[in-house]
T-cell receptor, first 117, second 113 residues
Framework: GAVVSQHPSRVICKSGTSVKIECRSL??????MFWYRQFPKQSLMLMAT?????????EQGVEKDKFLINHASLTLSTLTVTSAHPEDSSFYIC?????????????FGPGTRLTVT | KQEVTQIPAALSVPEGENLVLNCSFT??????LQWFRQDPGKGLTSLLL?????REQTSGRLNASLDKSSGRSTLYIAASQPGDSATYLC????????????FGSGTRLLVRP
């Protein structure tokens, strides 16, 4: 149980275009989802927290107009990188938890590698 | 502001050695602490979760300890194997109401055959 998927696993896009990444909880209702960013050989940096049906809460320094997060259902959250630039190239990982998840544990997706050319 | 530090940043050991990875955090008011494994280009695999009221957790060859008052945790790996090669991340959930995970920078482990 507690499986989280991400789609796509890899995406290449041209500079200036937008790209959408999906995060799904497959066997539980995710009342809260998190989006992280990871640069090579660095740790995970939390970008934003989203609660189902509410606006996402962004961490300091994260541009909310550039990284659009939608959490419209209890099983799906999307991250849209708008007007992508090469510096947005990174590994994006989502996680999810439900109201009944013990110890507030988060379940992680497999990640999405974004390359902006 | 909670900060999590992991030492060493990288470690290379011969197969069969027992090893210890260290994690420290600046604010002892944590809800729990978790150790993860990450293989290159992959997501995170949860290894062990220690609640703030616990002192250790064990799973197979892995043992994680927690000393909340001193802000430290260790991950002990017994009889290391080449398949243990990965990056190990420590993360804490702070005692505030956000329940967000704060990650350390990780330890990259290489176990040589």
């Amino acid at each position: 149980g507690a499986v989280v998927s991400q789609h796509p696993s890899r995406v290449i896009c041209k500079s200036g275009t937008s790209v959408k990444i999906e995060c799904r909880s497959l066997d539980f209702q995710a009342t809260t989802m998190f989006w992280y960013r990871q640069f090579p050989k660095q740790s995970l940096m939390l970008m934003a927290t989203s609660n189902e049906g509410s606006k996402a809460t962004y961490e300091q320094g994260v541009e909310k107009d550039k990284f659009l997060i939608n959490h419209a259902s209890l099983t799906l959250s999307t991250l849209t990188v708008t007007s992508a630039h090469p510096e947005d190239s990174s590994f994006y990982i989502c996680s999810a938890r439900s109201m009944t998840t013990p110890y507030y544990e988060q379940y992680f997706g497999p990640g999405t590698r974004l390359t902006v050319t | 502001k909670q900060e999590v530090t992991q030492i060493p940043a990288a470690l290379s050991v011969p197969e069969g050695e027992n090893l210890v990875l260290n994690c420290s955090f600046t604010d002892s008011a944590i809800y729990n602490l978790q150790w993860f494994r990450q293989d290159p280009g992959k997501g995170l695999t949860s290894l062990l979760l220690i609640q703030s009221s616990q002192r250790e957790q064990t799973s197979g060859r892995l043992n994680a300890s927690l000393d909340k008052s001193s802000g430290r945790s260790t991950l002990y790996i017994a009889a290391s194997q080449p398949g243990d090669s990965a990056t190990y991340l420590c993360a804490v959930i702070g005692g505030d109401s956000s329940y967000k995970l704060i990650f350390g920078s990780g330890t990259r482990l290489l176990v040589r055959p």
